[in-house]
């Protein structure tokens, strides 16, 4: 099995960015396909985005599309998420979760998951 344990998360201002990471331990991070998701107040847990366990296969939800990137770096055992361009609405809890290789957009495909962060953005 495998830790996570978010970082990167504040308070920022619409327009600005923040880079989130996400670091692993315990088992082999390559084994694992990686994904975030964020959860607001009073709202269910979504998807943001994606990425397989070699970096060649990455998905996102509509709403950050162009906005946030996914990456990894299994040497590190790091998986980040680049937030650019930030809005109100991106406000939330930013989760990092892992499944075994092959990416997924559902949450109840996910089997770890890490404590999350706060991002908050200002307008």
């Known amino acids: 099995q495998v830790q996570l344990v978010e970082s990167g998360g504040g308070l920022v201002q619409a327009g600005g960015s923040l880079r989130l990471s996400c670091a692993s331990s315990?088992?082999?991070?390559?084994?694992?396909?990686m994904g975030w998701f964020r959860q607001a107040p009073g709202k269910e847990r979504e998807f943001v985005a994606t990425?397989?366990?070699?970096?060649?296969?990455?998905h996102y939800a509509d709403s950050v599309k162009g906005r946030f990137t996914i990456s990894r770096d299994n040497a590190k055992n790091t998986g980040y998420l680049q937030m650019n361009s930030l809005k109100p609405e991106d406000t939330a809890v930013y989760y990092c979760?892992?499944?075994?290789?092959?990416?997924?957009?559902?949450?109840?495909?996910?089997?770890?998951w890490g404590r999350g962060t706060q991002v908050t953005v200002s307008s």
């Open positions: 990425i397989n366990w070699k970096s060649d296969r990455t």
């Open positions: 979760a892992a499944r075994y290789f092959r990416i997924a957009t559902a949450n109840t495909d996910y089997m770890y």
């Open positions: 315990g088992d082999t991070f390559s084994n694992y396909a």
